[in-house]
């Protein structure tokens, strides 16, 4: 089945910081992938639609500058948390969208997830 | 609004039990219904969907519109059934915009 990685798979790092988290597909192309955020014992949350060669669709309340995404390529999309604060602490997920358009069998990969703690 | 429920945080039954995990949803219109579940220390992954009407590891879903409801059901539960799955919900023919349900963790006990 279609493979979906992240990287970095945990990371730790100073408030103020940048962070950067890749999301790969590993043996197909993706030309939608999407960003999510769990927090402890909670749900996924949708933060953003990435799409290949094109700006990010981002949810309501998520703020795009501070949430940098850039999909350059069909099996690569990156997550920046620009100027990390504590509150960016959670746990990050991508998945990538595989299918043909309208025919009902489209289907999302999720990727192993990536913890981040600031401090 | 767009909205999935899952009232259950854990369920937790004995090999063998039927099992029934209960979603509801709240939409404007006809979405996509979804269970994905997560294994331990395994990412999430798609059990079944609606459209496909089909039947995975024993279990089996069906959509009810007029209670908005997508339980999931199983009639013999075993232990390798012990995950965390979660309802979702997307717009219809869209790029799975996926919202969730919080989750519930189910736990099989031998």
């Known amino acids: 089945g279609a493979v979906v990685s992240q990287h970095p798979s945990r990371v730790i790092c100073k408030s103020g910081t940048s962070v950067k988290i890749e999301c790969r597909s590993l043996d197909f192309q993706a030309t939608t992938m999407f960003w999510y955020r769990q927090f402890p014992k909670q749900s996924l949350m949708l933060m953003a639609t990435?799409?290949?060669?094109?700006?990010?669709t981002y949810e309501q309340g998520v703020e795009k500058d501070k949430f940098l995404i850039n999909h350059a390529s069909l099996t690569l999309s990156t997550l920046t948390v620009t100027s990390a604060h504590p509150e960016d602490s959670s746990f990050y997920i991508c998945?990538?969208?595989?299918?043909?358009w309208g025919v009902g069998q489209e289907t999302q990969y999720f990727g192993p997830g990536t913890r981040l703690l600031v401090l | 609004a767009q909205r999935v429920t899952q009232p259950e945080k854990l369920l937790s039954v004995f090999k063998g039990a039927p099992v029934e995990l209960k979603c509801n949803y709240s939409?404007?219109?006809?979405?996509?219904l979804f269970w994905y579940v997560q294994y331990s220390r395994q990412r999430l992954q798609l059990l079944l969907r609606h459209i496909s009407r089909e039947s995975i590891k024993g279990f089996t879903a069906d959509l009810n519109k007029g209670e908005t409801s997508f339980h999931l059901k199983k009639p013999f539960a075993q232990e390798e059934d012990s995950a965390m799955y979660y309802c979702a919900l997307s717009p219809p023919r869209g790029f799975q915009k996926l919202v969730f349900g919080t989750g519930t963790r189910l736990l099989v006990s031998p």
């Open positions: 990435s799409n290949e060669g094109s700006k990010a």
């Open positions: 998945s990538a969208w595989q299918g043909e």
């Open positions: 939409y404007s219109g006809s979405p996509e």
